[in-house]
């Protein structure tokens, strides 16, 4: 945990300059970024103290202090929701070995309420990026990625390791961003997750792309947005995606995907619907484009 803490510290500060919070630069650098004694002026702490936390020493550490260093390196409300567990896990409550988590499982009222949304398409996943369950119109939406074998379905496992990946989202490099931004927030949440390093692992030994991007110690929120995808049945989407966390159910969260109202990726959404309705897909797939 130290190393994530000295790498995610050192990656925050290397990305501001001097000038962007009104200090002034003397010399030549050779590093980028603010320096350690900059940050430490900048939190109202001492350098050797400051010194202390970027080494991955945060034991102690107060919230207000935290707060301080969330301002000087201009943390946005991912960052500091990653610092804070990054410091609450580095205390020193003992050594906990990774420990695999029970399976998750979705209630069957859960899967009642993905079945009732009839218009979106609808899905429980987790932070790992696991899709477990879905609605009709969700399965449709996402058979690029049931059709794999691997279960549970992982979007992350698809995008860096799967060849359809590149077709099938429009905006291929945004969305690696994002998977890996989401799980390296997820890893600082439960830096004991074996599941979760497990897949960490697997990905950064296939996916030079993943591992590039899990150096930069990126971490993200994403609640809301617009995905484009492209179907391989109905082409083109444009769908709005809303979370919606489940409080009684720790660790999983709804996503729907809508169309806007009177739009292409309306009626396309329909016309899948009714691919993924049909017991004989093919004969849908005729059907869908002769319309």
């Given at each position: 945990?130290?190393?994530?803490?000295?790498?995610?510290?050192?990656?925050?500060?290397?990305?501001?300059?001097?000038?962007?919070?009104?200090?002034?630069?003397?010399?030549?650098?050779?590093?980028?970024?603010l320096r350690r004694e900059e940050v430490a002026v900048l939190a109202g702490v001492s350098v050797p103290y400051y010194t202390r936390l970027e080494r991955g020493d945060m034991k102690g550490v107060s919230q207000s202090v935290l707060e301080a260093l969330a301002r000087a390196l201009e943390l946005d409300d991912a960052e500091r929701s990653h610092l804070f567990d990054l410091a609450r896990a580095a205390q020193p409550t003992g050594a906990r070995p990774p420990r695999r988590r029970a399976k998750q499982r979705v209630r069957p009222e859960v899967q009642w309420t993905l079945d009732a949304i009839t218009g979106a398409a609808a899905f429980v996943g987790n932070d790992r990026l696991d899709l477990l369950?879905?609605?009709?119109?969700?399965?449709?939406?996402?058979?690029?990625?049931?059709?794999?074998?691997?279960?549970?379905?992982?979007?992350?496992?698809?995008?860096?390791?799967?060849?359809?990946?590149?077709?099938?989202?429009?905006?291929?490099?945004?969305?690696?961003?994002?998977c890996v931004a989401t799980l390296r927030w997820a890893a600082g949440r439960d830096p004991h997750d074996r599941s979760l390093s497990d897949l960490v692992g697997e990905l950064a030994t296939h996916s030079e792309a993943?591992?590039?991007?899990?150096?930069?110690?990126?971490?993200?929120?994403?609640?809301?947005?617009?995905?484009?995808?492209?179907?391989?049945?109905?082409?083109?989407?444009?769908?709005?995606?809303?979370?919606?966390?489940?409080?009684?159910?720790?660790?999983?969260?709804?996503?729907?995907?809508?169309?806007?109202?009177?739009?292409?990726?309306?009626?396309?959404?329909?016309?899948?619907?009714?691919?993924?309705?049909?017991?004989?897909?093919?004969?849908?797939?005729?059907?869908?484009?002769?319309?």
């Amino acid at each position: 945990m130290k190393t994530e803490v000295r790498e995610f510290l050192t990656s925050r500060r290397a990305r501001i300059t001097p000038e962007q919070v009104g200090l002034v630069s003397y010399g030549s650098r050779r590093v980028p970024g603010l320096r350690r004694e900059e940050v430490a002026v900048l939190a109202g702490v001492s350098v050797p103290y400051y010194t202390r936390l970027e080494r991955g020493d945060m034991k102690g550490v107060s919230q207000s202090v935290l707060e301080a260093l969330a301002r000087a390196l201009e943390l946005d409300d991912a960052e500091r929701s990653h610092l804070f567990d990054l410091a609450r896990a580095a205390q020193p409550t003992g050594a906990r070995p990774p420990r695999r988590r029970a399976k998750q499982r979705v209630r069957p009222e859960v899967q009642w309420t993905l079945d009732a949304i009839t218009g979106a398409a609808a899905f429980v996943g987790n932070d790992r990026l696991d899709l477990l369950a879905a609605n009709e119109l969700g399965r449709a939406l996402f058979s690029e990625l049931y059709a794999a074998p691997a279960r549970p379905v992982n979007s992350a496992r698809f995008v860096f390791l799967d060849p359809r990946a590149e077709t099938f989202y429009d905006d291929l490099e945004r969305v690696a961003d994002w998977c890996v931004a989401t799980l390296r927030w997820a890893a600082g949440r439960d830096p004991h997750d074996r599941s979760l390093s497990d897949l960490v692992g697997e990905l950064a030994t296939h996916s030079e792309a993943f591992r590039m991007r899990w150096a930069t110690h990126d971490v993200r929120f994403h609640n809301v947005g617009v995905k484009q995808f492209h179907h391989p049945v109905v082409g083109d989407l444009s769908l709005s995606l809303t979370r919606l966390d489940l409080p009684a159910d720790h660790g999983l969260t709804i996503f729907t995907y809508t169309a806007e109202p009177g739009s292409r990726s309306e009626e396309a959404l329909k016309l899948l619907g009714s691919w993924g309705a049909t017991p004989d897909p093919a004969e849908s797939v005729r059907t869908i484009e002769q319309t």
